[in-house]
Nanobody, 110 residues
């Protein structure tokens, strides 16, 4: 059974940083692509970052987002720097097979 559990969200002031975690189980990593998405009410889920087994990466906003993988811990991370109010959203991780976690809320506000 595939499980993905996001954590690390919270209330942060503009300019701050957060590291989100996605602990996963129920599948093994071989050739993969795993991603972080975010969603605000009334809008479609938006791809934020992707990491693949060949170490390629994609970023919606290079320079502020960093995605990484700890294979030994079955955990994917997303570090967000210089947070902006428009980064406020629920952040989700997505497995290589398209499964979703429950999300973690990030709120950027003074």
């Amino acid at each position: 059974q595939v499980q993905l559990v996001e954590s690390g969200g919270g209330l942060v002031q503009p300019g701050g940083s957060l590291r989100l975690s996605c602990a996963f189980s129920g599948f093994t990593l071989s050739r993969y692509a795993m991603s972080w998405y975010r969603q605000v009410p009334g809008k479609e889920r938006e791809l934020v970052a992707t990491i693949t087994s060949v170490s390629s990466e994609y970023y919606l906003d290079p320079g502020r987002f960093t995605i990484s993988m700890d294979n030994a811990k079955n955990t994917m991370y997303l570090e967000i720097n210089s947070l902006k109010p428009e980064d406020t959203a629920v952040y989700y991780c997505r497995s290589p097979l398209g499964d979703w976690g429950q999300g973690t809320q990030v709120t950027v506000s003074a």
